[in-house]
């Protein structure tokens, strides 16, 4: 006797597998946040042709990211005419303080001579101003698929941002934190440590934040008239 015909068997419905992902796991770190921007990019881009600006803002970037590799730094956000970096990750408080302020010292001295050629060829009045700040910071992996890059992200970064954009050419402000922490290290007997000449300065509201923020100030050797 014949074996039996197998049956077919068909297919009803289709089956979907999706792979869940696994929430990604932030870490919280404190750092010493940096902003810089140059001062007097409106009026350069007023004055000059599109195609111009971009090897004028690849020198700047140069200066800003030499100065912050030089003293352990890293640079985790560039836009438009500004930068952000974060100091001392992993390290005591005051190493990023002190790192973060010297790096801000480094960028001003660094693009003192560019801002000197790009008046005498190109008739434009540029200069950096530098905010800092220390706090707890979340090191997060932002962006659309595909493009995520690591950023610091919280209010640690809004308050060095908004020092930075009250900063004046050739000028650093920086918080109470960034005092403290810089005051702890020159107290702590640091060989390394040198006294740094700095103002205090009235307390500064910030937008959308509930009381203002006691800042300090390390003035321009030389004032640059723009804003």
């Known amino acids: 006797m014949g074996a039996m015909p197998r049956p077919k068997i068909r297919a009803t419905s289709t089956l979907t597998v999706a792979r869940i992902a696994r929430p990604r796991m932030t870490k919280t770190t404190r750092v010493t946040v940096l902003f810089a921007d140059l001062r007097g990019y409106t009026g350069l881009a007023e004055k000059l042709a599109p195609a111009q600006i971009v090897p004028l803002l690849d ?21 438009g005419d500004g930068m952000m970096a974060g100091f001392g990750l992993g390290k ?16 001003l001295a660094d693009f003192a001579a560019l801002a000197q050629r790009w008046r005498q060829d190109l008739s434009i009045e540029t200069g950096i101003g530098v905010g800092l700040h220390t706090g707890e910071v979340a ?43 810089l005051d702890a290290r020159t107290t702590c007997g640091d ?19 509930s009381t203002p923020l006691d800042i300090w100030c390390v003035p321009a050797p ?3 008239p723009i804003s």
Request: charge should be positive; glycine fraction near 10%.
């Open 139 to 181: 090191l997060a992996l932002l962006g659309p698929p595909g493009q995520r890059r690591t950023t610091l992200v919280g209010d640690t970064v809004n308050v060095a941002a908004r020092l930075c954009g009250r900063a004046r050419a050739g000028e650093v402000l920086f918080s109470c934190a960034v005092a403290a922490a």
């Open 222 to 224: 030389e004032r640059v």
């Open 92 to 107: 005591l408080a005051e190493e990023g303080a002190r790192a973060a302020l010297a790096a801000g010292h480094s960028m």
């Open 59 to 79: 020198e700047f970037f140069a200066v800003l990211a030499a100065a912050t590799a030089l003293h352990g730094g890293q640079v985790y956000h560039v836009a």
């Open 191 to 209: 060989a390394d440590a040198r006294p740094i000449a700095f103002l205090h300065l009235p307390q500064f509201e910030l937008r959308g934040r």
